[in-house]
């Protein structure tokens, strides 16, 4: 296998969030090997279909999208050894905080290694420093297993080229071929840890390599070897790579506890294999849909897309525009020539009526020059605006055609920080226009001199082709170090945003100095990557200005060598140095170009991901015939993250039935309810309504006749109104809802009633406050196909739980209603009641008939629900403490008519609760 086919540098990946320093690292190492593949859709299908935090994960997902990978774990020592094939890998190292991370060991250069770390970017590090940081693991492994993987050219020539580098190059060989030949696997091991042990020393100059580290060598492996269970008395714990494992009664065979480095090692690409190497290969398995459009999807290209926009405003006026900045630097060398001709105007322009229209002439080419300079300044701001519109149009369009998965593998920070910055793309069009005219100029320029000064031409060429080349040159090292610096920013965003929205549980843990330690952290990184973009910024500047005064000062001192023209000196002197200026200008615009090239990467990326639905054939599908819709299930599997949520769920519901999901926590009730709200998908088996294939068009038009109430259902922070009519149609019954939902209560307490703005996602209203809200949402909708309620009544009390739950059963009698929830004993009310535990329905039947089973796990649900009211919160030993209308009141059983009101401040939630 050869990796010739790799880049020198690695690419650049930057995480966007904490868990994606997985699709990051895989995308750099396929990026590196020439295999594109889009970051967003890998790290989609890292957080759907697989597991992107789990190695064994990434090293398939490298081999399916055509790398030659294989998971190893190696001794530290042999990371690096060029004989070892270790690197390029993702290899695993600790964080400051304790916390594995993957990044990518690229190359090593002398005693340097090049890395890319997800976290910040491509950096280099020393060979200490990175071997110091790796994540050793420690895994127990057959001893025959090791001992022969010891004796296989994986472990010995590495740990040749170890001893060579003591300075044994006479005596390895032999030391190695008889630790080779001795049965066991102690001596190899105890030849690993007295190298190990003997380097150690050598590098603290304890010791001199050669005769003198050769001899300690050999005696302390002789010594170890000999007596295996004395071998911690010559070499020290730390020095080993392998230890034996005390005999455990339930394995026969001996093993022994392995340490070293895990890494993702590629050899290359898995179409540079000879044919011989792949014939026993197995088949690989087809790619999941997530996968194949993360390696299918096209490399992005932002600017066409940005013209694609304006693409609408035809190519005459662009052969306008593209005219009137030729015109305009056409007119700055023209006016240079004029400006020269002024000298010799007393000379050749006698009588004072030639001077006056000679001047007037001058004046008029000026204001023309004026006047082309504000059109195309005016088109070019146009065209801003333009492009900016569109492009908000266009993302506002697309947003709600994405799919949910594209918004929950993405922090909302980062998605509002993209459209936080739409309007400096709106400059984008007045930058290209002046970069274009600042190169024109700079070319007229040029041939001006060429023309003034034709011996000097090869000196103006020169003096062109630096000032449009140093930009371009550096411009790829900028754009890198502006997107990390740009991603960092994004993560600082995510930060404070996230601190802002747990500012309060941050504080009631005492969690400042630890947000600050993070921040820091992120601020550090940040402020590395600006310095880094501000040294080679100034590295081009610095170039560019002295590349053009310099070659500008030795045109001038040929010119006035060769011609004596004082006139004609002035004049070159002119243009030649407004070459270095015109470069540093070019300079300037160039270094803008990386950020709104970023910007507009990043932008772009929600318009080039595939939509869930199209709204075109929607309008072809049937209208529904039954008020209710009729759910089949067949043989249902659902996976997320590489984790199995769901599987073999087969099930059928009427139309018009209303049946309770139940089952403990994590048991996969929510994700069964998420399959027909469209957050997951059916990975195996199919998912029917109304007998058609739910499909996206389908989930869609299902999306319009349904209802879901949840807590994580969001409120704005608009006013109550506005919450409750979000929507819904015009004409709703508010008055009779106002009453269902139990709101009236808090319209007469809020200051403004039904005004009354809420607060960012509800913040001025209680736990159970904010359900009665969603609830009364729900209620407003008309005729309804599909309720889903998931855990509808949290934060309220069980008199009014039972009250909310009965209005919602009459209110949507005729609609299918699934409700979700821990509440046990008030599912005995519905028809039907689903058993969902282990990702699977355990139990399906009448709530009656189960709750007479006592082998149900409905049973046991219920029996422990009666337990923890009549055994925990029953007991009297409990102080019972109840917050109400403000106040804080307490009441001792069985007394509670002597409840004594404490005034305790502003407090808004009427549930009660307990504390002992």
């Known amino acids: 296998m050869t990796t010739s086919s790799r880049r020198f540098f690695v690419p650049e990946v930057v995480q966007t969030s904490l868990m994606d320093c997985g699709p990051a690292a895989l995308k750099s190492l396929l990026e590196g090997f020439g295999i594109p593949v889009s970051y967003g859709r890998l790290r989609e299908a890292c957080q759907t279909d697989v597991d992107g935090t789990s190695i064994d994960t990434l090293e398939e997902l490298a081999k399916s999208l055509g790398l030659d990978a294989e998971q190893v774990m190696l001794p530290p020592d042999h990371l690096l050894i060029p004989e070892a094939g270790a690197l390029p890998a993702i290899v695993t190292v600790r964080l400051p905080s304790g916390l594995p991370h993957f990044m990518v060991a690229w190359r090593r250069h ?233 000298l010799d105007l007393g000379h050749d322009l006698g009588l004072m009526p030639q001077r006056l229209a000679a001047s007037g002439y001058f004046l008029l080419f000026v204001f023309a020059l004026l006047w082309l300079e504000l059109h195309v300044t005016g088109a070019l701001l146009r065209l801003g605006r333009r492009l900016e519109t569109r492009l908000r149009i266009a993302v506002l369009e697309r947003i709600p055609r994405l799919p949910d998965q594209y918004f929950r593998s993405r922090p909302v920070s980062d998605m509002a920080e993209r459209s936080h910055v739409v309007h400096r793309l709106g400059r984008l069009p007045q930058l290209g226009g002046q970069l274009l005219r600042a190169v024109l100029t700079l070319i007229v320029t040029g041939a001006a001199i060429a023309w003034l000064y034709p011996a000097g031409s090869p000196i103006a060429a020169l003096s062109v082709v630096l000032g449009v080349g140093l930009p371009l040159a550096f411009n790829g090292s900028i754009e890198e170090l502006e997107l990390r610096a740009r991603t960092h920013n994004g993560s600082l965003i995510r930060f404070y945003l996230d ?23 992120l601020m550090v990184a940040w402020g590395g990557a600006r310095v880094q973009l501000f040294r080679v910024q100034w590295l081009a500047e610095g170039l560019q200005a002295a590349a053009g005064f310099g070659l500008a000062a030795w045109l001038l001192f040929d010119y006035a060598a060769s011609i004596p023209d004082p006139a004609g000196a002035l004049l070159l002197a002119y243009w030649a140095l407004h070459i270095p ?31 869930e639905w199209d709204a ?109 009519f979000y929507g819904t149609q015009p004409g709703a019954d508010l008055s009779w809802t106002l009453g269902a939902a139990e709101l009236l209560g808090i319209v007469e307490r809020l200051p403004d009633g039904l005004q009354t703005l809420l607060g960012e996602g509800g913040g001025r209203l209680s736990g159970g406050e904010g359900q009665r809200v969603r609830v009364g949402r729900g209620l407003l909708r008309s005729n309804p196909r599909l309720v889903i309620l998931d855990e509808p009544f949290r934060g309220l009390e069980r008199p009014v739980r039972r009250t909310l739950l009965e209005r919602t059963h009459a209110h949507w009698r005729d609609a299918t209603l699934l409700c979700i929830t821990h509440d046990v004993g008030e599912t005995l009310g519905f028809e039907r009641v689903l058993v969902v535990n282990g990702g699977r329905i355990v139990e399906d039947d009448a709530p009656a008939e189960l709750a007479e089973n006592p082998e149900s796990l409905y049973r046991a649900l219920l ?54």
């Open 110 to 342: 002398g005693g340097w290694v090049q890395l890319m770390d997800p976290a910040s970017g491509r950096r280099w590090q020393t060979r200490k420093y990175f071997l110091r940081n790796l994540y050793i693991h420690r895994m127990k492994v057959p001893a025959a297993d090791w001992g022969e993987w010891a004796r296989s050219d994986d472990f010995l020539v590495p740990l040749n080229r170890r001893l060579r580098e003591l300075g044994l190059a006479k005596s390895a060989r032999a030391l190695l071929a008889e630790a080779a030949e001795t049965p066991g696997w102690q001596c190899l091991a105890a030849l690993d840890a007295a190298t190990r042990l003997t380097a150690s020393l050598v590098r603290g100059k304890g010791l001199k390599a050669g005769p003198e580290a050769d001899a300690l060598l050999e005696d302390i492996w002789r010594r170890a070897a000999s007596s295996p269970d004395e071998a911690l008395r010559f070499i020290p714990e730390a020095y080993w790579s392998v230890r034996p494992v005390p005999p455990d009664d339930d394995t026969e065979e001996e093993e022994v506890l392995l340490k070293g480095a895990v890494l993702i090692r590629v050899r290359g690409r898995l179409a540079e294999r000879p044919a011989a190497e792949s014939e026993d290969d197995e088949t690989p398995a087809p790619l999941s849909a997530e996968l194949a459009a993360a390696l299918s999807e096209a490399p992005p290209r932002p600017l066409r897309d940005l013209l694609e926009l304006l693409h609408g405003d035809g190519w005459l006026s662009w052969t306008a525009l593209g005219g009137g900045l030729l015109l305009t630097a056409l007119g700055f060398v023209l006016e240079a020539l004029l400006l020269r001709g002024v």
């Open 499 to 521: 601190t802002l929205l747990g500012l309060s549980a941050i504080r009631s843990h005492g969690a400042e100095a630890s947000i600050r330690r993070e921040q820091e952290d």
């Open 581 to 611: 200026a015109l470069g540093e200008e070019i300079a300037l615009l160039a270094r803008q170009y990386p950020m709104h090239r970023n910007l507009a990467l990043r932008l772009m990326e929600p318009l080039r991901a595939p939509v």
């Open 616 to 724: 075109a054939p929607m309008a072809q599908l049937p209208e529904a015939s039954l008020p209710g819709v009729e759910i089949v299930l067949e043989n249902v599997a659902v996976h997320a993250g590489g984790h199995t949520l769901l599987h073999g769920i087969d099930l059928h519901i009427p139309s018009g039935s209303h049946v309770a999901i139940v089952g403990p926590s994590g048991a996969g009730k929510s994700s069964l309810a998420g399959l027909l709200l469209g957050w997951h998908r059916a990975a195996e088996g199919e998912v029917r309504i109304d007998g058609e294939l739910l499909d996206a068009a389908r989930m869609d038009l299902l999306r319009r006749d349904l209802v879901w109430v949840d807590p994580a259902v969001r409120l704005w922070n608009r006013s109550l109104l506005d919450n409750l």
């Open 863 to 916: 029996d422990a629900e009666t337990s923890v009211h009549e055994e925990i919160w029953g007991d009297p030993r409990w102080r019972r403490l109840r917050v109400q209308e403000g106040e804080l009141r307490e009441w001792k059983v069985p007394e509670p008519e002597k409840a004594a009101a404490i005034p305790v401040g502003s407090v808004r939630d009427g549930a009660g609760f307990s504390g002992n």
